[in-house]
């Protein structure tokens, strides 16, 4: 059990860890930051106390420390774009008080990767050199993760102790991460039902590219072209679980992914070709009423979504 | 409650049906038609009597007529391809032993209006012109439907009972059709817990391209693409939400969509220039880096999106 727990962000993501966290009992305390939400999910119950900063959450820790034994611990689920700057100050915290681990769940990890080249840098904990087991320094106790789960909703009220059961998680450590923190990390995960898959953070994006963002993008896409037509209307009360389904995630926070598009938005552009050749291959065997062409294509895919697990 | 109900074509779609009409005791006996899944369907209890054709069960409803206070109706859930074959068959049948009302339940309706335009010059039933109530013609019990259901399985096995509760079905009668059948097609989507909704038969196509059809392709054309990507099998195994109902219809049968695909190609196609502005408008901003148009358009989509009821 983790002493404390500082969730940065309670939106839909963070706050479901802290309900998750809270519903098993597996911190003495969960506190939250967000700006935004704080407030709200203190009120909905996610969080035991909440700060609209992190550096009025990082000052009460050093008035207040957690007891030693059990350590604190932070998962950053703020926004991509918020990250790279959180970890150096996450880093001259650890300086004085050392976490546990530090994990961050965000959709996307070049900015992290680049935020802790400059994190590395820095001097390792004062204690180190004055005690005879010494503190890791922060980068051999942050672990990057990404739990494959999510949902259209944002904020606080959309936040599901449930939402990280069965869900993959990906674990992308730095070269710099120790072995004892990648397994707490994982450990924490497990502990809220989901199921750690380790994964180069140097492969993250690209295939975050390939099997979330560009996702997103074709699905975004479709409901711009179907809000635009005539049936817009019609659509929104005839739809059928295609539509239903092949759309749910264009009902995302369109600020949010708009970051996260963005900051990864080589990989994405870099499939557009690849796209293209397929659309173009689809639309031929439509267009010529090449049956067996168009049957081939089609089956080809039905049978690579068979093999989902 | 329907006398005899016969189903023409087994699978899933068919399937459904009879297993929803039985479950609900909606008619005295459900007589079940398909060249290959009849034995099969009769095995999983989804019909009373199954026959390898049409043809045969034609005539053993020859030989053994059905009540004539309760009658006997049809729903033809065969492929689309198949459709327009049939019905001058149930139109000859018709005039000896009429039918209370006939549907079908494709996904395209073109060949359907064209069918029947041959069938609408039959002679009316024999009865006609010799009794006082007269049965009405063929062009006049036929409404066509279409429940918005469905599932990426195929075959009798996927048959479920619920399938259509709480589904939107429209209800596309010719102008042939008579008030009488619209209303009993409506009430028998209604008792398999459906919600019948009308929709012109001429509007049919091109709206289910847009709200069907169309995203149908686009999620074969993101399975084929991600099938052909140095991740296609790390894929299958880390997918979150969004992949998993991105890509569920890909998963469709490959036959029967390259059917309704091939059928409806000339709305479908009509799309691809709106479809190509939309994806050109999103990768631009995209490449420029222009986050303020990208946040509006991923809004607008989400806007849209949002309002389904």
């Known amino acids: 059990v983790i002493g404390r727990l500082l969730v940065v962000g309670t939106g839909l993501m963070g706050g479901s860890v802290a309900a998750a966290v809270r519903s098993r009992g597996q911190a003495q305390e969960v506190w939250g930051v967000d700006p935004h939400h704080a407030l709200e999910a203190h009120e909905l119950g996610l969080i035991d106390r909440g700060f609209p900063s992190l550096a009025d959450a990082l000052a009460v820790c050093r008035a207040q420390p ?49 935020a802790m080249q400059s994190v ?27 739990p494959m789960a999510g949902a259209e909703r944002h904020g606080p009220q959309a936040a599901s102790a449930d939402l990280f059961e069965q869900a993959r998680v990906l674990i992308s450590p730095l070269e710099s991460a120790s072995q004892a923190a990648i397994g ?10 989901g199921i750690p898959s380790r994964l180069a953070i140097q492969d993250h994006d690209p295939l975050l590219a390939d099997i979330s963002h560009f996702p997103h ?3 975004y896409g479709l409901a711009a072209l179907l809000s635009a037509r005539p049936s817009a209307a019609a659509a929104q009360t005839l739809y059928g679980g295609g539509l239903r389904d092949t759309t749910r995630i264009a009902a995302s926070s369109a600020d949010l992914w708009a970051d996260i598009l963005l900051q990864n938005r080589q990989a994405i552009l870099g499939l557009m070709p690849q796209w293209n050749a ?15 062409a168009l049957a081939q294509l089609l089956e080809s895919a039905a049978t690579w979504r068979r093999g989902f697990r």
Chains 1, 2 share one sequence.
């Open 278 to 292: 397929v659309m173009q291959q689809l639309t031929q065997a439509l267009a010529t009423g090449d049956r067996a």
């Open 120 to 146: 590395a840098r820095q001097p390792p904990p004062v204690k180190r050199a004055l005690t005879p087991d010494p503190a890791p320094c922060f980068a051999e106790v942050f672990v990057p993760s990404h």
């Open 184 to 193: 707490q990390v994982e450990a924490f995960w497990a502990g809220l039902g």
């Open 66 to 114: 957690a007891a030693k034994a059990s350590g604190s611990a932070v998962v950053l689920a703020a926004p991509v774009s918020l990250l790279a700057a959180m970890l150096p100050v996450l880093a001259t915290h650890h300086r004085d008080q050392p976490w546990a681990w530090v994990t961050e769940i965000g959709s996307t990890k070049q900015a992290v990767i680049e």
């Open 217 to 219: 993008l074709l699905a």
